[in-house]
């Protein structure tokens, strides 16, 4: 017996704790261009976002259009960096593995990020073979998050519809993608810390329906 038809899952933040890494790179490739920002300052201007949505800003910032070569060495520096420190978030394998006994085929992974980073962090935490087939990019859409289509590309796939299904999110970009796809969501704020933009009231006013603080609490919702 099963709560919701599907459940959805974003990647970065959720299931696997990749953010500081990721933006600790980022932050070192943004000053070699000019831009001397905090980490703190990287993750407001960054976080929930496709670096290449945001080369305007970097542009503004350091007189310098960045190019898909630029693109190409940041993944790669990223990458490096995610294989050697990457761990999955605290509880998210069990609650993954537990969830995924009852809901098989009906849970997906939906991310915001390239597909190559996602398969690739799955792999290293242990949690690739629940979502094997079901990962959806939104590098690999229209416009990715915080626009709905990645999501609606997923509920497209799994043939199911939102109201049915709850997205589990982390950031407001993300949060308003699931919630403009007409999903309810659910925003996973680790221990309750606030961090950048990522407060309980910017989760709310995105459109999360419940704010959470541990993964585990996820079974019993679920279920």
Request: glycine share 8%; aromatic share 8%.
């Amino acid at each position: 017996m099963t709560r919701f038809a599907a459940l959805l899952f974003d990647c970065d933040g959720v299931l696997v704790d990749s953010e500081p890494i990721t933006h600790r790179v980022l932050q070192r490739c943004l000053h070699d261009l000019g831009w001397a920002l905090s980490l703190a300052e990287c993750e407001h201007h960054f976080l929930g976002r496709a670096v290449k949505d945001q080369s305007a800003l970097i542009a503004q910032e350091t007189g310098r259009e960045i190019d898909e070569a630029w693109l190409v060495d940041f993944r790669r520096s990223r990458d490096e960096a995610l294989a050697r420190d990457l761990v999955a978030i605290e509880h998210a394998a069990h609650v993954v593995k537990t969830l995924s006994a009852h809901y098989q085929h009906n849970m997906a992974c939906v991310s915001g990020a390239d597909r190559g980073k996602v398969e690739m962090q799955l792999k290293h935490v242990g949690l690739w073979a629940y979502f094997e087939g079901r990962i959806f990019s939104g590098h690999e859409v229209a416009k990715t998050k915080p626009a709905p289509d990645v999501y609606l590309a997923a509920l497209s796939a799994l043939g199911q519809s939102a109201q049915a299904c709850v997205a589990i999110e982390d950031t407001p970009s993300g949060v308003k993608s699931a919630s403009l796809a007409g999903l309810p969501v659910w925003a996973y704020l680790a221990n309750g810390q606030e961090h950048g933009v990522c407060t309980h009231a910017n989760l709310i006013a995105a459109g999360a329906q419940k704010v959470f603080g541990s993964m585990a609490e996820l079974t019993g919702w679920c279920l």
